[in-house]
């Protein structure tokens, strides 16, 4: 199994523009999350999945979509690129209980 | 609103020391409590968890322990090595089966040689 896997590992954006960090697991795992990392704010959860084609907000939604067509996809669509957006973006899925984690995209917004 | 805090935020120690990370939550009504690491540059691993119900986990070294009447667990690392250099996140989880995890801002261990 390959686990959690995220791509890009590193992107740079212009202030504006639009991308889509992708995010697939081979666990068939039916929850999937998406958190964000900042410096000395530890991870924050942005959206979750509990199944295919459900999706809810998690603590900082604002500038971020997604959806979730498949079991094994969760990507992330940033709409118009911001400064603040700038982080490393992790991608997640789980049992019930643990959460196991991709290797992260880091995102830099010029 | 939930919150979980780590002490202290880096942590310094000699090779082949005992050391004890902390982790307090300020909601007692838990489902379990997990601790990760996490290499710089790389993603979480996970190394323990423990569920509501449960006073402790241990793995080889690693021992976590869970007081929910108090809010808080520790995370016992016995004799340090330089390869347990890392910061060590801990994390509670409130929503059951959906598993949204509400994570401390980590301790960064230094195990000096």
């Known amino acids: 199994n390959a686990g959690v896997t995220q791509t890009p590992k590193f992107q740079v954006l212009k202030t504006g523009q639009s991308m889509t960090l992708q995010c697939a697991q081979d666990?068939?795992?039916?929850?999937m999350s998406w958190y964000r990392q900042d410096p000395g704010m530890g991870l924050r959860l942005i959206h979750y999945?509990?199944?295919?084609?459900?999706?809810d907000q998690g603590e900082v939604p604002n500038g971020y979509n997604v959806s979730r067509s498949t079991t094994e996809d969760f990507p992330l669509r940033l709409l118009s690129a911001a400064p603040s957006q700038t982080s490393v973006y992790f991608c997640?899925?789980?049992?019930?209980?643990?959460?196991?984690f991709g290797p992260g995209t880091r995102l830099l917004v010029l | 609103k939930q919150e979980v805090t780590q002490i202290p935020a880096a942590l310094s120690v000699p090779e082949g020391e005992n050391l004890v990370l902390n982790c307090s939550f300020t909601?007692?009504?838990?489902?379990?409590l997990q601790w990760f690491r996490q290499d710089p540059g790389k993603g979480l691993t996970s190394l323990l968890l423990?569920?509501?119900?449960?006073r402790e986990q241990t793995s080889g070294r690693l021992n976590a322990s869970l007081d929910k009447s108090s809010g808080r667990s520790t995370l016992y690392i016995a004799a340090s090595q330089p390869g347990d250099s890392a910061t060590y996140l801990c994390?509670?989880?409130?929503?059951?089966?959906?598993?949204?995890?509400?994570f401390g801002k980590g301790t960064k261990l230094s195990v000096k040689p």
């Open positions: 997640a899925s789980s049992t019930q209980e643990t959460q196991y």
């Open positions: 994390a509670g989880n409130y929503g059951g089966s959906q598993g949204n995890l509400i």
């Open positions: 666990m068939n795992h039916e929850y």
């Open positions: 999945s509990v199944g295919a084609g459900i999706t």
């Open positions: 423990i569920q509501s119900s449960q």
């Open positions: 909601d007692s009504a838990i489902y379990n």
